[in-house]
Structure formats: structure tokens, C-alpha cells
């Protein structure tokens, strides 16, 4: 919690009641004061009460206002330190160079992987691995950029020989989510879990007996209610990349753990299979000439 949470405040903004909306926007508008205020100094700038600020900060998941202060202060001091020197929350102008472009993307990138490691709970990883690892089947969906994130880890999963299955059409993951049964696994991905396909294909799944994973944003939307274990992921916006084309990163950041650990549940099958595929494409690489026959060409 103490790491991300003025991410988090800005990604749930939307999400709040005014009252708490508007306690948001006082401690958006400068983290470093909001941290040396009292509740009460806080709650009079947000025009609202101090039950209201608590009511906020246990929304939040913190027991009372001290403790997200010491967190707010805890992440303005890490910024302070880490001195960035592109400030991740401006605006992309049109002839900005590509240099400061590259510097704004990269720091909005950095900053949203190192918030959703924050907010990944291992211990809800370990058992999403552990029932890949035994699993009969797994489904993944998600669509958009979402897709190209569940995508990516099916081609991951495949290669360690987990029956894996990513679909890109949303009858044919509800249908295949229909044949899930006990000991099974379905993952679904959405930035804001308000996708309706994915919210139904993950109920789907649920009907059946699998064990149903939510990767998204919003630890409390409807994607994370339908599901057994919800890994949540952190995403900073810039512009031109609103917030669900820069989710991609971050979803991948929760995927390969997943992934990582899977391979070392199967460390033998997984050592295995990386050396069977290696072979299989290995006429396919091209390899470095000897170094006297690239001498020789070039003498010509």
C-alpha cells in the first residue's frame, strides 16, 4: 500500500463519490502538503468531513488517516529522490522532439510496472501457478490490447507444454469456457474489468467449477467480483496512450510472474520442453559465418 497509492487514487478517481472525489483532488493537487495536514485541515480544504476522509482512506484499504499519510509521504519522498527528470504527468505536445517524447513514455512505463509489483499479491499468484501447473485446460480472453497481453502468455505457457488456449472471439471463449470444469483454470483480462465478454466469459467459467482469474485495474469492478483471484495492476496515462493502451506492460508484468512460476513448478517439463522447441526451429536461425569466410568474401 505504501508504495503506489497516488497512482492508485488518480486510476480509481473516477470511480469514487464526489464527497471522496473531492478529497482526491486535494491530495492530487499536492501530495506533499496533504501529507503534513491533519485530517481535519484536510477534510475543511475538501469542503467535506473528517468521517468522510476516513471513509476515503479505508476505501483505499489503509485503517485510518495516519496511515495514508505516512504512505504518501513514504512515496513523495521516493519521488523527491529518484529526481525524474521528465515529469511523467505532463502533456505530449504535438512538435515535441522524440527525445522528450521517449523520456515521458519510458517514465510513465517505469513508474506504472514499479507500482503494479507493489500491488501484486504473490500469495494470490502462487496459487493461480499452482492450478496452471496441474491444469487439464486454460482459457485465457481478453480483448483489445488486453488480448494481445493474454496472447502473448498462452505462446508462453504452450511452449512449457500447459494446454493453453487463447481466444480472440468472444463466442467461441464462452463456449470453450462452457467445457471448463473442476481443476481448470480461465483468465481474464480487462484495464477497467468493465468489459462485458470478458465479465461473462470468467462467470462462465465460474459455473463450471474452474478456478477464474481477473487481471485488471480496479481490484472492485465487475470483472474482479466474478472472480476467484484478482491480480491488480497499476497504469500511468500519457498522451495519446490513454490509460487502456498503456495497461499493456503492466499486464504483462502480472503474466510473466504467473508464467515464471508455473516454470519453476514444472522445472523439469519446462526444461525439457525449451530444449525440444529449440530444436525444432533451430534449422530456421541463421547462424554467424566463420570468421575466414567473411574474409574472404570481403577480399573479393
Not at 92 to 113: F, Y
Request: negative net charge.
Amino acid at each position: 500500500m505504501q508504495q503506489g497509492v497516488i497512482g492508485r487514487i488518480r486510476m480509481e478517481f473516477s470511480t469514487l463519490p464526489d464527497a471522496l472525489q473531492r478529497v482526491a483532488e486535494q491530495i492530487l493537487d499536492d501530495p506533499g502538503e496533504a501529507a503534513q495536514a491533519s485530517i481535519v485541515d484536510l477534510a475543511e480544504r475538501a469542503g467535506t468531513s473528517t468521517a468522510t476522509v476516513t471513509r476515503f482512506c479505508r476505501v483505499l484499504g489503509f485503517r485510518g488517516y495516519a496511515a495514508l499519510r505516512v504512505a504518501i509521504a513514504t512515496e513523495s519522498g521516493r519521488a523527491a529522490q529518484a529526481r525524474w527528470e521528465t515529469d511523467i504527468d505532463r502533456e505530449i505536445e504535438p512538435g515535441d522532439p522524440l527525445d522528450t517524447v521517449l523520456g515521458v513514455i519510458a517514465s510513465a512505463d517505469v513508474r506504472a510496472i514499479q507500482e503494479t509489483a507493489a500491488r501484486l499479491d504473490v500469495e494470490n499468484v502462487k496459487r493461480v501457478a499452482e492450478a496452471i501447473a496441474v491444469a487439464k485446460r486454460v482459457e485465457l480472453f481478453g480483448l483489445g490490447s488486453s488480448g494481445t497481453a493474454a496472447r502473448e502468455m498462452a505462446f508462453r505457457l504452450e511452449r512449457i507444454r500447459v494446454p493453453c488456449w487463447h481466444r480472440e472471439d468472444a463466442h467461441k471463449a464462452l463456449t470453450n469456457a462452457a467445457l471448463l470444469g473442476p481443476g481448470d483454470v480461465a483468465i481474464g483480462l480487462s484495464h477497467s474489468g468493465r468489459t462485458r465478454e470478458v465479465i461473462e466469459v470468467l462467470a462462465e467459467a465460474a459455473d463450471q467449477g474452474a478456478l477464474t482469474v481477473a487481471v485488471t485495474s480496479f481490484e472492485k469492478s465487475p470483472l474482479a467480483e466474478a472472480a476467484d483471484v484478482v491480480l491488480t495492476t497499476a497504469v500511468h496515462e500519457t498522451t495519446f496512450r490513454l490509460a487502456a493502451l498503456s495497461a499493456l506492460h503492466s499486464q504483462l508484468v502480472a503474466l510473466d510472474l504467473i508464467y515464471v512460476a508455473v516454470a519453476q513448478l514444472t522445472y523439469e517439463r519446462t526444461t525439457e520442453a525449451f530444449e525440444v522447441t529449440a530444436r525444432a526451429v533451430q534449422a530456421h536461425r541463421l547462424h554467424d559465418e566463420p570468421t575466414s569466410h567473411r574474409a574472404k568474401r570481403k577480399s573479393r
